[in-house]
């Protein structure tokens, strides 16, 4: 190679050393992305068609004004609260469903534990209980609305059991992963004195996590909450059905009040719960 | 007359200064209330005839419907699932970086101007369930996947350009100054300096929000947005049971398999 094939210094300056390579992983994604269009029938061409840009222009322009008559208002607060009542009775069903599974599938709070290894009965259960809470949490709320629906018709039972069902499974599996991730001393040398299950559990177990689980519930209320507005899609009662009402009637104003009403308490639950959980420590 | 033993009283149980005793009275009065305010029919569901209908209902599940040619129709449903899945995350990733320089401060002296109303604009995107968005979208890009897809994109890029953001603000400053003092260009020095060095976090930001997005493809579809869900929502509307527990039966599995393959990669990752 002679000298005046190298380049000078200046260009060699401004060449990208890794040029080559990011061509080729740019065209490699381009590439592998393209099945991916064609499964989803990624058409966005379609959006700017003449029909199609002037239902949804229309439906867009109707969001302004938002919809303020005092009986629409008066039903939006209503429905707010049968929201927030949703989330809460659902979250309050959850924990009933959750404590019980946590305390009986807890390891720590084994006691045949205590000498080496868990007997094979006491193992077997926890670990039943641990499936349990693995399949109620693993069915989306959205599925277990769609059958309650089905069982007690239309309204806020099914979204209450819907989020009770599968916030008690989440809640009773990360509570017990709460129990198990602390400091063992104490509630050992609790049992290992005899004291019993129960007395472990609230004079050592309790006091040292209390903090973590209260926050860790407060964050999935407001998780519920959310969950709760989407789960009146499916009929579960609430600001989610009279959304998909005013959307059915394409009546823009009442969804865009929705949508800004649905934000602000998004957006209160989020502080509410981040204040709490601060306070907490 | 003798001083009263307070030292042997427990304390006593309320105390106007006590703040942990308001919070628990605030939140004894929530619970109350909302089981009081919403019209929650215990009776019908606790009945001997609400049990006979569940019963009933569960038992039309069996025998799900596992013909070959259902079977293949569920499985183009979840391929669809995992596509819109996979598109949507790709468009946000891409989405939520665009976004996220505007929403960020580049360095000590920039003025950032356009952060505020960017930050806005990512909170209202991200507060609205990919649910809401598919039923909105449903209005311009019509029943089927693209509409999921597109609720999914527009939902998760709000959630990934404020992480992003988040990233782009706290990335060690030194290797950007120092291009920047030799007069470099804002996006060169982006993406010299600035990227290479917060890559891993956004790339791990964007797998993590994919896995949540499987889930959430997976049941986007019962307002008609396509995959697994339009499936559910179509059979579960017509009562064909048997073959609605087939799908119920593939969406567990689909969200039992993205759990344990995220479990396993994470503990080969911390290794």
């Known amino acids: ?281 | 007359m003798t001083t009263p033993k307070t030292h042997l009283m427990p304390p006593p149980l309320f105390d106007a200064r006590c703040k942990a005793c308001w919070f628990t009275l605030g939140l004894i009065a929530l619970v109350v209330a909302s089981f009081w305010s919403l019209d929650l029919q215990w009776a019908q569901f606790l009945s001997l005839d609400a049990a006979r209908s569940m019963g009933r209902f569960l038992g039309e599940f069996f025998p799900p419907d596992l013909s070959a040619p259902f079977l293949a129709k569920v499985a183009l449903g979840t391929l669809e699932t995992l596509a819109m899945s996979a598109l949507g995350t790709g468009l946000a990733a891409l989405g939520g970086l665009l976004l996220a320089l505007p929403a960020s401060r580049l360095h000590a002296t920039d003025p950032a101007r356009a952060r505020a109303p960017t930050r806005l604009l990512l909170n209202a995107l991200r507060s609205i369930p990919e649910l809401v968005w598919a039923a909105m979208l449903l209005i311009s890009a019509g029943l089927g996947p693209f509409a999921g897809t597109l609720a999914l994109a527009f939902h998760t890029t709000g959630v990934l350009g404020r992480l992003f953001a988040e990233a782009v603000e706290n990335a060690p400053p030194g290797p950007a100054d120092a291009l920047r003092t030799q007069g470099v260009g804002t996006a060169q020095v982006f993406v010299y300096a600035t990227l290479p060095q917060v890559l891993p976090q956004l790339m791990s930001y964007t797998l993590y929000r994919w896995e949540n997005n499987i889930r959430a493809a997976a049941v986007l579809g019962v307002v008609g947005a396509g995959g697994l869900g339009q499936l559910l929502a179509f059979h579960m509307g017509l009562f064909h049971m048997g073959k609605t527990a087939t799908i119920l039966g593939a969406m567990l599995l689909l969200v039992a398999l993205v759990d344990a393959l995220s479990y396993l990669g994470r503990r080969l990752m911390s290794r």
């Open chain 1, 1 to 281: 190679m002679n000298a005046s094939a190298r380049p000078t210094p200046q260009a060699a300056a401004l060449r990208d050393p890794a040029w080559a390579g990011r061509v080729f992983w740019i065209g490699a994604t381009l590439v592998l992305l393209w099945p991916l269009g064609v499964a989803t029938e990624f058409r966005p061409w379609l959006l700017l068609q003449p029909d199609s840009l002037r239902v949804s222009g229309h439906f867009m322009a109707s969001f302004m004004p938002p919809a303020m008559a005092p009986d629409f208002l008066r039903l939006v607060a209503r429905e707010t609260w049968r929201t927030v009542a949703i989330a809460t009775a659902g979250i309050t069903l959850a924990l009933c469903i959750a404590w019980p599974l946590t305390l009986m599938s807890t390891r720590v709070l084994s006691i045949s534990a205590l000498s080496g290894r868990m007997a094979r009965g006491p193992f077997w259960l926890r670990q039943g209980l641990r499936w349990v809470l693995i399949v109620l949490r693993s069915v989306p709320e959205l599925v277990w609305a769609l059958v309650f629906v089905r069982v007690v018709g239309l309204g806020a039972t099914a979204g209450v059991l819907a989020i009770a069902l599968t916030y008690g499974g989440m809640l009773g599996k990360v509570y017990g992963e709460i129990l198990e991730s602390g400091e063992a001393h104490v509630t050992e040398a609790l049992l290992r004195n005899g004291g019993g299950r129960l007395q472990a559990f609230f004079y050592a177990l309790l006091p040292q996590n209390a903090a973590e689980l209260t926050s860790y519930t407060v964050y999935r209320w407001e998780c519920a909450i959310r969950s709760s507005v989407v789960l009146g899609f499916v009929g579960a009662g609430g600001l989610g059905q009279q959304m998909d009402n005013s959307m059915k009637m394409f009546n823009g104003g009442e969804v865009a009040t929705m949508l800004l009403v649905f934000m602000a308490l998004v957006a209160l639950a989020d502080h509410t719960s981040a204040w709490l959980r601060r306070a907490l420590g």
